[in-house]
């Protein structure tokens, strides 16, 4: 009976915020109920599934999202109130429906409590529940709609914010406001993916400069008379090929700013002439004999220390000095461990919005994983394990299995030692750890050999094989 589907509803089926019937979830350990309660919803439109007990019900709710969930509190196993908190923790807006037998009315104001949207009381009438459902999904709609348009308000303020409340990103910003407006070079300092063109642009978005008067120069493994003719242009005929005159950058950029990334690959002929134009902002195209004046706001970026370039006599000193005016270092994100939350809810928003997928958090487990991740890759990596999470999700919230196989390498190998049941551990830890232990120990008594452990255990191998992975147990 699991998830099937109306035959021909009387009225128009009740609809979620898509349009699409609404999804319930009936999670009740009496047959009885659940026969009646798929035969009312179904025959009313409503798209159901059944679950005889919390931990089904829980799967169920991994598998895809639901609009409504009925959950009976008294259960056995994980019993009703720790079912309603754990839907909750997934998912804070989850519209939960409570059974509750008559005369308990102090569990229904628990349960209330810890977020059910309303009760049933057993027995009840066929109205009373469709009723209940009716205004539970209103509400539900909602949240939806809420969601939705908070997130395309978000997400319209933030294109190209820079997101960070740790001490070192706040004094970031009071940074780039301060020096936004004046003409003064900067060089930004950062390692990879640290949100260097980030911090460019934002300087340049605050300069009162034209907004599209942004140029960035990439000279990358450019010969040095490429790059001078792509930044300063040339006259027609000031080399063989010259047909035509071409602008250059630097005039494209005049009112505006240049944005030079990766300063440290300028050869050293271009580095004389950058300096001229710093100090005499004007230059002089290729075979040009009048020079032009320009009004272009310098900033420069690096991944590497520009200083024991200019030790080792790589990069010119004066050039050095001329572009340090102002300096900028931002710190790699495991300095700021505070962060990773924040950009990671951003980075949520920001691929659920652009793959119209419904997710928008990540398990309490998961997070944890990514703050203390040392993320060689810095913001960069961050954004693409999000993304790939985001795409990969079939749940409203991202969970540790969806994370790269290398984020939990560095996951902290659990404590020897009992294993706590008293809820010192969430529900799924403690499950991992039995797991773990009883495969180990299953291990240990064949010798280490996953077929005869496996048909010990009643698993398939490939089943065992899977846990094994999964849990990285080494057995040796
Ligand atoms: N503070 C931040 N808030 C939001 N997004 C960020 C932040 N920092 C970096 N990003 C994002 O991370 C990615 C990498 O940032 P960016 O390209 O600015 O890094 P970079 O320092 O220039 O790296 P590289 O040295 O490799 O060029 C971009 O998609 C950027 O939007
Ligand atoms: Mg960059």
Do not use: C
């Amino acid at each position: 009976m699991m998830g099937s589907r109306v035959e021909v509803p009387d009225r128009e089926p009740p609809r979620d915020a898509r349009g699409e019937a609404a999804r319930v979830l009936v999670i009740d350990d009496e047959p009885i109920i659940r026969e009646v309660l798929h035969d009312i919803l179904t025959r009313e439109g409503y798209f159901i599934t059944l679950a005889p007990d919390a931990e089904t019900g829980l799967r169920s709710l991994e598998q895809q999202e639901y609009d409504l969930i009925i959950l009976d509190l008294m259960l056995p196993g994980l019993g009703g109130f720790e079912a309603l908190k754990e839907i909750k923790r997934r998912d804070p807006d989850s519209v939960v429906v409570m059974i509750t037998a008559y005369g308990s009315i102090e569990s229904a104001v628990q349960g209330m409590r810890m977020g059910a949207h309303d009760y049933l009381t057993k027995p009840f009438k066929n109205e009373d529940v469709l009723r209940t459902l009716s205004t539970g999904l209103r509400h539900r709609r909602l949240l939806d709609e809420n969601r939705s348009l908070r997130r395309a308000l978000e997400g319209r303020a933030r294109t190209g914010e820079l997101v960070g409340r740790s001490p070192s990103m706040l004094e970031l910003h009071r940074l780039i406001e301060q020096v936004a407006p004046s003409r003064s070079t900067v060089l930004i300092q950062g390692e990879s993916g640290t949100g260097k063109e980030l911090v460019a642009q934002a300087i340049h978005r605050m300069s009162g400069r034209p907004p599209d008067a942004f140029v960035v120069v990439n000279s990358g493994s450019m010969p040095a008379d490429l790059l001078e003719s792509n930044l300063f242009g040339h006259v027609k005929g000031a080399f063989t090929g010259a047909i035509q005159s071409k602008k250059g950058l630097f005039e494209v950029a005049n009112g505006g700013s240049i944005f030079f990334d990766e300063i440290s690959t300028v050869k050293s002929e271009v580095q004389a002439k950058l300096l001229r134009v710093i100090q005499e902002k004007e230059f002089l195209a290729l075979g040009a004999v009048q020079s032009v004046q320009v009004d272009v706001r310098i900033i420069a970026a690096t991944n590497i220390d520009l200083q024991e370039l200019v030790m080792r006599g790589e990069f010119r000193e004066d050039l050095y000095y001329r572009l340090n005016v102002i300096n900028i270092k931002l710190p790699p994100l495991r300095e700021r461990k505070e962060d990773v939350p924040l950009l990671a809810d951003h980075f949520i928003a920001k691929y659920a919005a652009e793959n119209r997928k419904p997710v928008h958090g990540v398990t309490p487990e998961a997070l944890a994983l990514l703050v203390e991740h040392t993320w060689q890759g810095n913001v960069r990596e961050l954004e693409n394990v999000i993304e790939r999470a985001v795409v990969l999700s079939s749940s409203p919230v991202i969970g540790l299995e969806l994370l790269p196989e290398a984020l939990q390498g560095d996951r902290p190998r659990p404590l020897p030692g009992p294993i706590p049941m008293d809820g010192t551990l969430s529900f799924y830890e403690t499950m991992e750890r039995l797991e773990r232990e009883i495969i180990l120990k299953t291990l240990k008594s064949v010798n280490g050999v996953q077929r005869r452990a496996a048909a010990r255990l009643g698993l398939n191998p490939t089943t065992l094989n899977e846990k094994i992975k999964r849990l990285k147990i080494q057995y040796r």
